[in-house]
């Protein structure tokens, strides 16, 4: 049997470059992924960790420079049978919150799945949302959600205050308007959502110490707590292993699309408070400890109520310790500390 084609958007991030490297150590799939810029698919195709995996033709790039375009993904979708939307951004500072934040979530996911009913060989498509769409704008600890959790907006702002505030309406916005274009348009194909916490791991698209540490993301937060810079808000007590979420996607893209009593919506969340993180690197990392190359600073957490115990159950999945995920980021990063020295 031909390998499945799997479209996948986002493969520059954290977890669809984590997703992109699961795809291609199984024979079942190739994959084509969506790049804004021919620099953006050079940076996937030359990263060692891809170059190690040898792809060769099971992975194809199409440049999707616009997906906010009418038709944007129409071609990228081609003869695809699978798609793994990851390409949602998160919140930087310095973004525009309207263009660069909301409408790439909300109006980017919409096209995504106008463009999917055009083509006749999609079975499935599975679509990154985040545990902030399940829950109120400021979360009440007292409250557990769920991934089949959802929230009603009064409305919806004509601007934001932040990108964080546009980065959590969106999401709602997001999975709100999925549900609804299931609903309503009854696709051929399923519909899945995977929705996880923050997320934390090795990131291999990272090349530099220094890098690491200024990177706009999950991972980057992380590490600069325990590098001696202070996280300046508080952010969800909610996090996943990338390793743990990368097996999720491949097993809810293999779960049977009939199966109208299956899950639609997988949280992947455990609890976690961030004071703990110094902890754990005081125990596992002495040495740089003494040395000054770790030292510890602020990292606030915003309590949350989240339960993953259904996908657990259902994906036959147990969601590593917090301790396995800092001590995966700080070890990447003294690793990359001492290849440099070298």
Known sequence: MAPHLVLLTGATGLIGFR??????????????????SEEKAQMILSNPVIQKLNPGARLTYTIVPD???????????????????????????????????????????????????????????????????????MPDPSITVTATSRVTLPGIPDTFSNVFEAYVLGKITELNETDAFVEQEKPPFSVARVIPGYVYGRDELVLTADAAIAKGSSCGILLRSVTGIDCPAPIHGGYVHIDDLAQVYLKVLQLESAADAAPHSFGACSLVDYA????????????????????????PTLPIAYDSTETERYLDVQFRPFEDAVKDVVQFYLNQREAEKA
Do not use: C
Request: charged share 20%.
């Open 19 to 36: 997703v992109l490297q699961e795809l291609l150590q199984k024979t079942d799939y190739t994959v084509r992924a969506t790049v804004r």
């Open 67 to 137: 997906i906010l375009a009418e038709d944007a993904f129409d071609a990228a979708l081609k003869n695809a049978t699978y798609v793994i939307h990851t390409g949602s951004p998160v919140p930087v500072p310095g973004f525009d919150p309207l263009t660069q934040v909301w409408k790439p979530t909300v109006e980017g996911t919409a096209n995504l799945l106008k463009s999917a009913l055009k083509i006749p060989t999609i079975k499935r498509v599975l679509i990154t949302s985040s545990i902030v769409a399940n829950m109120a704008p």
């Open 276 to 299: 703990d993180a110094w902890r754990i690197v005081e125990k596992n990392f002495p040495a740089a400890v003494a040395a000054g190359q770790l030292k510890q600073a602020n990292l």
